[in-house]
């Protein structure tokens, strides 16, 4: 006999659910039923505007057309984070996806890269990087061999309606209605069912905590616990505002540091989004928004919207029956566009740990919670990293930030790093070696050494080593056509390529 359908129900809508929603409901198809419960009156947070690239793998899991996706969204392509003064006032780097060089089996190509310029070769570590030289060049395409790695800056909101009429067409149910209480199980305090305004009851075996920073399921219900990483990253207040568009998108989002914190730039096919993050303790939310508005292009579209958040995790991100999903689990400020990546993460770990039958597996519900605080640690290092490597000193919250203790973990990397030019990626984790030294050396971070095996090159072989990947870059780039005209061509849309 079958056995009945497992039934899901996730709480909240927004990125978060309508994400999980569509994954579960196209992947599982008549092994569970997918009942999505939000209100209208509850707005989302809805800034996640930037991604990383495994959004892209995460859309052609659910067999989305991309260029459909891209015109529903008003999506451009981002090849990276161009970072400005994060090192010192007035300098900046460039966090570019993919690799640099060419590694050798043994070696990092950072390593030859150091040896070449210990043997007066003046070129910069940015011009082997086909994704930032593009950027750049604020150039794109597809290449045939699918070598340029992206990924999308995006309207969050219409990227959530969007997965609605997915997760629709594939069965999901959506109830309109207010969560008013959540109903625990007398003997198991597991979830028994959520209590909706008008005394209307929604029954599931597996809920799904959508709901944002209120997090009503996974602490209000079952009291999860929270880790508080304020210490290590004391940012806790947003502005976004989106105003019109004054120039051609380009493939990158802007990072834009100021003397208590920073402010994004993403621009979207019909509209740029803006921001600003900084830390209360050495600015007013006025002071914050007049550097906000006195700073943006273009008309302003839309009133502030005002976000505070604490950053840090859940200690149990799934408790008996009910899993975090979003912001309900914890947040990592928006520096590295890693919010919308953790949705992702958690969708899919759900989907791979799915209970057999109506309750979750103790062992699956201990694997989940490892794996989860183990990604979320991770990006909180590198989130870190920009902080506290850093030559500013020209605030108290940068000299704060340059002072700090940061965690053994990322002071384990930073040493490594400065002693012998070496990264190492752990247990698949988010950012890759390339990421690592990017913004390390983009921050002022050389190292003192560099791998032997780089010296084992006579040095005409490393002047050709080098010449020809510089070359390569360069030609593949003068061979691509504009960003904003590769989006109209591709998604028959209008983005101002002309201007």
């Given at each position: 006999?079958?056995?009945?359908?497992?039934?899901?129900?996730?709480?909240?809508?927004?990125?978060?659910?309508?994400?999980?929603?569509?994954?579960?409901?196209?992947?599982?198809?008549?092994?569970?039923?997918?009942?999505?419960?939000?209100s209208?009156?509850?707005?989302?947070?809805?800034?996640?505007?930037?991604?990383?690239?495994?959004?892209?793998?995460?859309?052609?899991?659910?067999?989305?057309?991309?260029?459909?996706?891209?015109?529903?969204?008003?999506?451009?392509?981002?090849?990276?984070?161009?970072?400005?003064?994060?090192?010192?006032?007035?300098?900046?780097y460039?966090?570019?996806?993919?690799?640099t060089?060419?590694?050798?089996?043994?070696?990092?190509?950072?390593?030859?890269?150091?040896?070449?310029?210990?043997?007066?070769?003046?070129?910069?570590?940015?011009?082997?990087?086909?994704?930032?030289?593009?950027?750049?060049?604020?150039?794109?395409?597809?290449?045939?061999?699918?070598?340029?790695?992206y990924?999308?800056?995006?309207?969050?909101?219409?990227?959530?309606?969007?997965?609605?009429?997915?997760?629709?067409a594939?069965?999901?149910?959506?109830?309109?209605?207010?969560?008013?209480?959540?109903?625990?199980?007398?003997?198991?305090?597991?979830?028994?069912?959520?209590?909706?305004?008008?005394?209307?009851?929604?029954?599931?075996?597996?809920?799904?905590?959508?709901?944002?920073?209120?997090?009503?399921?996974?602490?209000?219900?079952?009291?999860?616990?929270?880790?508080?990483?304020?210490?290590?990253?004391?940012?806790?207040?947003?502005?976004?505002?989106?105003?019109?568009?004054?120039?051609?998108?380009?493939?990158?989002?802007?990072?834009?540091?100021?003397?208590?914190?920073?402010?994004?730039?993403?621009?979207?096919?019909?509209?740029?989004?803006?921001?600003?993050?900084?830390?209360?303790?050495?600015?007013?939310?006025?002071?914050?928004?007049?550097?906000?508005?006195?700073?943006?292009?273009?008309?302003?579209?839309?009133?502030?919207?005002r976000?505070?958040?604490?950053?840090?995790?859940?200690?149990?991100q799934?408790?008996?029956?009910?899993?975090?999903?979003?912001?309900?689990?914890g947040?990592?400020?928006?520096?590295?566009?890693?919010?919308?990546?953790?949705?992702?993460?958690?969708?899919?770990?759900?989907?791979?740990?799915?209970?057999?039958?109506?309750?979750?597996?103790p062992?699956?519900?201990?694997?989940?919670?490892?794996?989860?605080?183990?990604?979320?640690?991770?990006?909180?290092?590198?989130?870190?990293?920009?902080?506290?490597?850093?030559?500013?000193?020209?605030?108290?919250?940068?000299?704060?930030c340059?002072?700090?203790?940061?965690?053994?973990?990322?002071?384990?990397?930073?040493?490594?790093?400065?002693?012998?030019?070496?990264?190492?990626?752990?247990?698949?984790?988010?950012?890759?070696?390339?990421?690592?030294?990017?913004?390390?050396?983009?921050?002022?971070?050389?190292?003192?050494?560099?791998?032997?095996?780089?010296?084992?090159?006579?040095?005409?072989?490393?002047?050709?080593?080098?010449?020809?990947?510089?070359?390569?870059?360069?030609?593949?780039?003068?061979?691509?056509?504009?960003?904003?005209?590769?989006?109209?061509?591709?998604?028959?849309?209008?983005?101002?390529?002309?201007?």
């Amino acid at each position: 006999m079958n056995p009945e359908p497992l039934r899901i129900v996730v709480a909240g809508g927004g990125t978060a659910g309508w994400m999980a929603a569509a994954a579960l409901a196209r992947t599982l198809g008549p092994v569970a039923t997918v009942t999505l419960v939000e209100s209208e009156a509850i707005g989302t947070v809805g800034v996640g505007e930037s991604t990383i690239p495994p959004l892209v793998a995460y859309n052609r899991l659910l067999n989305i057309a991309e260029a459909d996706f891209m015109r529903a969204t008003q999506a451009t392509f981002k090849l990276g984070i161009a970072f400005e003064n994060w090192k010192a006032a007035g300098e900046s780097y460039f966090h570019s996806f993919g690799g640099t060089g060419r590694d050798h089996w043994s070696a990092g190509f950072q390593h030859f890269w150091l040896h070449g310029r210990a043997r007066g070769h003046a070129q910069p570590y940015d011009d082997y990087c086909l994704e930032l030289m593009a950027a750049r060049a604020g150039r794109f395409a597809h290449l045939p061999d699918g070598r340029m790695n992206y990924a999308y800056q995006l309207d969050s909101g219409l990227y959530a309606a969007f997965l609605r009429r997915l997760a629709e067409a594939d069965g999901a149910t959506r109830i309109e209605g207010r969560i008013a209480h959540v109903e625990l199980d007398s003997e198991s305090g597991a979830i028994a069912a959520l209590r909706l305004d008008g005394d209307r009851r929604v029954e599931g075996d597996l809920f799904l905590d959508c709901t944002g920073f209120r997090a009503l399921l996974i602490e209000g219900a079952l009291h999860a616990g929270f880790d508080d990483w304020t210490h290590w990253l004391p940012c806790d207040r947003a502005i976004a505002v989106q105003t019109a568009s004054v120039r051609p998108p380009v493939p990158y989002t802007r990072a834009i540091a100021h003397d208590a914190g920073w402010q994004w730039r993403i621009p979207l096919q019909h509209r740029q989004g803006n921001g600003i993050v900084w830390c209360s303790r050495y600015l007013s939310e006025e002071q914050a928004l007049d550097h906000l508005l006195s700073s943006v292009e273009g008309q302003v579209l839309t009133e502030p919207n005002r976000i505070r958040f604490t950053t840090g995790a859940r200690r149990r991100q799934w408790v008996k029956n009910c899993v975090a999903v979003g912001l309900s689990g914890g947040f990592m400020e928006p520096l590295e566009s890693t919010s919308i990546h953790l949705i992702q993460r958690a969708v899919l770990s759900i989907l791979r740990l799915l209970p057999v039958g109506q309750r979750p597996d103790p062992a699956d519900i201990a694997e989940f919670n490892e794996q989860q605080m183990t990604d979320m640690v991770q990006i909180r290092d590198f989130l870190i990293l920009h902080y506290k490597a850093t030559e500013r000193r020209d605030s108290p919250f940068w000299r704060q930030c340059a002072g700090m203790e940061v965690p053994e973990t990322l002071a384990h990397r930073m040493d490594l790093f400065a002693r012998t030019g070496r990264v190492f990626r752990k247990n698949e984790e988010l950012f890759a070696e390339n990421s690592w030294v990017q913004v390390m050396m983009g921050q002022g971070l050389m190292p003192a050494a560099y791998h032997p095996v780089a010296a084992k090159l006579r040095d005409d072989e490393l002047d050709r080593l080098l010449a020809g990947l510089r070359r390569e870059v360069a030609e593949t780039v003068q061979g691509l056509p504009g960003h904003a005209a590769y989006v109209d061509h591709y998604c028959g849309a209008r983005t101002g390529a002309a201007a």
